[in-house]
């Protein structure tokens, strides 16, 4: 029996979040559960390879509930295959009803509708699950494939990387199911060399301590925090749903970053709040305006270091900060009623910028920029607007 082969990735669990913890697990032990029925299911199809297995589990988690689901040029060109209309070709060979316009890359394009009569049928449905679970899934697919030991392997690997994670535990040696494809049982030693697995023998692996967030088989209840604050606002998945289907693509883009964003951590029931929630102007007593002034008399520097943190903080996170992370993170010691008021000034002073009043998308202004604080797609080309449907 081979031994096992240890990874020569160097990070520890510890190195993996903030203060020393280990991220939250993306996933639940009912969703890791529906994440291993979505790839049997692909697993199940007659595919020709991992390039449209690929792709069929990204449009079929999408299509999970009613069969239709929504696919941009830019979600296909994200996959980086070899070729993608051959891969669209052969999902349409499956009867799956997916428009040319699923080839264009232009990230302005609106989503395509794609159809899977499988998931459209009442009785005998392949992948029945919530809605809840369906965004989950849907998120640690798109966080999977884009971390960092895998983003960059071809992708019979980072499909393998998906079964290995859906089947593994946080700390144990986990066996890959007998459905694993072919080909992505062939590139399970490029895991191993990109520190994605820690332990690789025959059918058993072990995944590194940095990914241990995206496995599984977890053990006990959820352990993304709750909300500890009170509020009057009714969440309403149906109404959160159709509201980021009528979102612009570049809009959707930033919602699920800030709803799939593992380091923050949040309840959709936060995101949607604020999202669909306008805040309305309060006035500020008389000792938070204090406070703020003698805030300002002690961080001359607040500009620079405000949109410095916003581009650590965007690398890290996939979106801004909010005006409490950016305060928070900085140290600056603010209750919640003087953020505003240090953001305020930073904005007006073209240190900060934001995007209207969409949530999570402070970054360097134009004095940031003036002197070389920058967003590093900003260095090349300027950021994509995000805007907010009428």
């Not at 884009?146 to 144990?172: C, E, I, M, Q």
């Not at 070389?372 to 449907?389: D, E, K, M, N, W």
Request: charged residues 20%.
């Amino acid at each position: 029996m081979s031994q096992p082969v240890p990874s020569s990735s160097k990070t520890t669990a510890a190195q993996a979040g903030k203060g020393g913890q280990p991220l939250p697990y993306l996933l639940t032990a009912q969703q890791g559960q529906a994440a291993r029925e979505l790839l049997r299911y692909v697993a199940s199809l007659p595919l020709p390879g991992p390039e449209p297995q690929l792709l069929a589990v990204v449009v079929a988690i999408r299509a999970a509930r009613g069969g239709v689901g929504n696919l941009t040029g830019a979600d296909l060109a994200g996959l980086r295959l070899r070729d993608p209309r051959a891969a669209v070709g052969a999902l349409r060979a499956l009867g799956w009803q997916i428009a040319d316009a699923i080839c264009l890359s232009d990230p302005d394009a609106p989503p395509v509708p794609v159809t899977v009569p499988d998931l459209g049928r009442r009785e005998g449905h392949p992948l029945p699950m919530g809605k809840h679970p369906r965004s989950r899934v849907s998120g640690w697919t798109t966080r999977l494939l884009t971390a960092k030991p895998v983003r960059k392997l071809p992708p019979a690997a980072r499909l393998a990387g998906l079964f290995a994670a859906a089947h593994s535990t946080a700390n144990l040696h986990s066996q890959l199911p007998r459905h694993l494809p072919k080909a992505c049982r062939a590139a399970l030693p490029g895991l191993l060399d990109k520190g994605f697995l820690a332990e690789l023998s025959g059918d058993r692996c072990r995944l590194d301590p940095q990914v241990r967030h995206l496995s599984g088989r977890v053990a006990g209840p959820q352990t993304r925090p709750r909300p500890t604050r009170t509020s009057t606002f009714d969440f309403c998945a149906d109404t959160w749903a159709q509201w980021k289907s009528a979102a612009t693509p570049a809009l959707r883009r930033h919602v699920e970053n800030v709803e799939c964003c593992i380091r923050c951590a949040m309840p959709v029931e936060r995101v949607a709040e604020a999202f669909l929630v306008s805040c309305r102007p309060q006035p500020v007593p008389m000792e938070a305006e204090i406070a703020h002034g003698h805030w300002k008399a002690a961080h001359p520097e607040r500009g620079r270091q405000a949109a410095a943190y916003t581009v650590a903080f965007r690398a890290e996170h996939g979106h801004g900060p909010s005006y409490r992370q950016l305060c928070k993170g900085l140290g600056w010691g603010l209750n919640r009623q003087a953020h505003g008021l240090a953001v305020g000034g930073l904005l007006a002073d073209g240190w900060l910028t934001a995007t209207g009043t969409v949530p999570w998308t402070l970054r360097p202004g134009p004095a940031a920029q003036a002197q070389g604080i920058t967003l590093p797609q900003a260095r090349s080309a300027p950021p994509a607007a995000v805007s907010i449907p009428a």
